[in-house]
């Protein structure tokens, strides 16, 4: 069985990086006319990062889902594609492609140190306040005078050297490590019901602190760094996790109320956040200002068609920062609707495998642990196709394995590891059951 999985991973990676060379071959068609003389060499280092990857699961963690790594691989490899396609269309292009490509070495080096190093995932439950003042300070970060950067409006990237990271994408991971260990602690008592609040029966006011707090640290995101996206992936994921510890509805009532109560307040106080939501609701009275980069990015998504006017063949160039926050509207139009909507998939079909390690885990922290990490997965990916297709306003996240940005993908990547080495764990605990059997 287990050679079987990993044999089937080997099999879906090969497959995932022709699928990526294909598409690297299409762009130098349309952009030349002509295969790119490089393409057996892009294969061979695409094959040789994925099958080095795949020999550290085997070796680390035989026993891991076979179906994350090979998705992470596709995602990873069409979007660096288009990322070169749209830094080689630039005037001074040349440089995102070989930064997103050292960065794609550095995350997958990441992701095989965190196999190394977390040999039992449960070890980290130990850690949970460490955790927690850890990621507090990640977060505090970008405000320091020296070090931080306030970048395209938000101010959440700090600069050492000549390198800029988001010390947010590590805060997310370090926050679900300490919100996992938290509630483990804590579930029996927050499941009570002593304290009635009108029509809801919650837990001792005491206990609701974490809620509180985390409501709380979501709103000074927001108002201080501008990051609208991350205050709400922080506050979402906390609310879930809290949830599915104490399997009660009234906090997710509870969390619905305090959201809609601090995105009043913020909606009320702060212009950044009323020019976002006017630019959501229509954008077209500033289509040449606030509203260019999600008027061209819904030109670009409708020019797309069904089955898109191909890689190279479109002008998604022509929308700001498309590398970044819109390269899902890239994949639009030049993929079209079938493109589109394969890449949806692959998401889902993540979001579906992180949610079944969570099921099958042997442990609470476990099963938290990798809920509260596939929430963050799925939930970044609705924030940002939301905004692209105005189902929500739109934020600065990145869409995870796809779009540039080299903490995002590292710390991806780092996420990935985690949920293989949760899975890894539970089936080697069973495995003495059934042979027992």
């Known amino acids: ?38 393409l057996v060499p892009f294969l061979g280092i695409v094959l040789g990062l994925l099958v080095t990857a795949h020999v550290a699961v085997r070796r680390l963690a035989p026993d891991a889902d ?14 660096y594609v ?27 080096g990441a992701f095989i140190a965190t196999l190394l190093f977390v040999r039992r995932s449960r070890s980290l439950e130990r850690y949970r306040y460490t955790f927690a003042a850890l990621g507090l300070g990640l977060l505090l970060l970008p405000l320091l005078p020296v070090i931080g950067r306030t ?26 490590l ?28 005491k206990h609701l602190g974490p809620i509180l707090l985390a409501w709380g640290v979501s709103l000074g995101v927001m108002t201080l760094q501008k990051d609208l996206g991350s205050s709400l992936l922080f506050f979402v994921l ?11 509805v009234t906090y997710l009532t509870l969390g619905g109320t305090l959201f809609l109560a601090g995105a009043t307040f913020a909606y009320t106080q702060f212009s950044h956040v009323q020019d976002r939501v006017a630019v959501w609701l229509d954008p077209w009275p500033v289509a040449d200002d606030e509203g260019y980069q999600i008027v061209e990015a819904s030109f670009a998504l409708a020019d797309g068609g069904i089955a898109g006017a191909g890689i190279a063949l479109g002008t998604p160039t022509r929308i700001p920062e498309v590398e970044t926050d819109f390269i899902f509207a890239a994949i639009g139009e030049e993929l079209g609707l079938i493109g589109a909507t394969a890449v949806l998939c692959a998401y889902l079909l993540m ?19 990798a809920s509260g990490l596939t929430t963050l997965l799925g ?59």
């Open 351 to 369: 979001v579906g495998a992180g949610l079944r390690v969570a099921l099958r885990a042997e442990s609470a922290f476990d099963t938290l642990l």
């Open 82 to 108: 288009f990322i070169v396609r749209l830094d080689e269309a630039q005037a001074d292009g040349g440089r995102l492609a070989g930064l997103q490509a050292m960065w794609t070495a550095v995350g997958i």
């Open 379 to 437: 939930v970044q990916t609705f924030i940002i196709i939301g905004g692209i297709t105005r189902t929500l306003p739109l934020t600065g996240v990145t869409l995870p394995f796809v779009s540039y940005g080299g903490s995002s993908l590292v710390m991806n990547y780092v996420l990935l590891a985690l949920l293989l080495r949760i899975s890894d764990n539970s089936v080697a605990a069973r495995a003495p059951a059934r042979a027992g059997a």
């Open 151 to 176: 970048i395209n409006g938000s101010r959440i990237w700090i600069s050492i050297g000549p390198a800029n990271f988001q010390p947010g994408e590590a805060a997310k991971i370090v926050l679900a």
């Open 1 to 38: 069985m287990i050679l079987l999985r990993r044999r089937t991973e080997l099999g879906l990676i090969v497959v995932g990086a022709l699928i990526t060379a294909g598409a690297y071959a299409l762009a130098g068609l349309g952009r030349d006319a002509e295969i790119p003389a490089n």
């Open 178 to 205: 300490f919100f996992a260990g938290y509630l483990v602690e804590r579930r029996e008592l927050l499941a009570l019901s002593t304290f009635r609040l009108g029509p809801l029966h919650l837990p001792d006011p």
């Open 66 to 79: 076979g179906i994350l790594l090979p998705l992470a691989a596709l995602l990873n490899g069409i979007g």
């Open 238 to 248: 906390f609310v879930v996790m809290l949830w599915i510890a104490t399997g009660r």
